[in-house]
C-alpha cells in the first residue's frame, strides 16, 4: 500500500515538474524587467549628454543648410 502511495505521489510530482504552461510567461516578465531596468540606467546616465547632443545636431543642421544657398551659380 505503501509502495503504491509512493508511486501515485511521484507520477503526481513529475507531471507537476512537466507542467511548465507558466513557466514562459515568468521568463517573459523577467527579461522586460531587466530591459526596463537596462533602459532606465541608460537613460538617467545619458541625460546630462543629451541637451548639449542636441545643441549640436541643430548646429550642425542649421550650418548645413545655410551654405546651401552659396553655390556657383550655375542655373
Do not use: C, W
Not at 507558466?22 to 532606465?40: D, K, R
Amino acid at each position: 500500500m505503501i509502495s503504491y502511495a509512493y508511486l501515485v505521489l511521484n507520477m503526481k510530482a513529475n507531471e507537476l515538474l512537466r507542467n511548465r504552461k507558466g513557466q514562459n510567461t515568468v521568463e517573459y516578465l523577467l527579461m522586460l524587467a531587466v530591459v526596463v531596468g537596462v533602459v532606465l540606467i541608460a537613460g538617467i546616465a545619458l541625460k546630462s549628454y543629451m541637451p548639449t547632443l542636441f545643441d549640436d545636431i541643430q548646429r550642425m543642421i542649421s550650418g548645413a543648410a545655410g551654405s546651401l544657398g552659396a553655390g556657383s551659380g550655375n542655373r
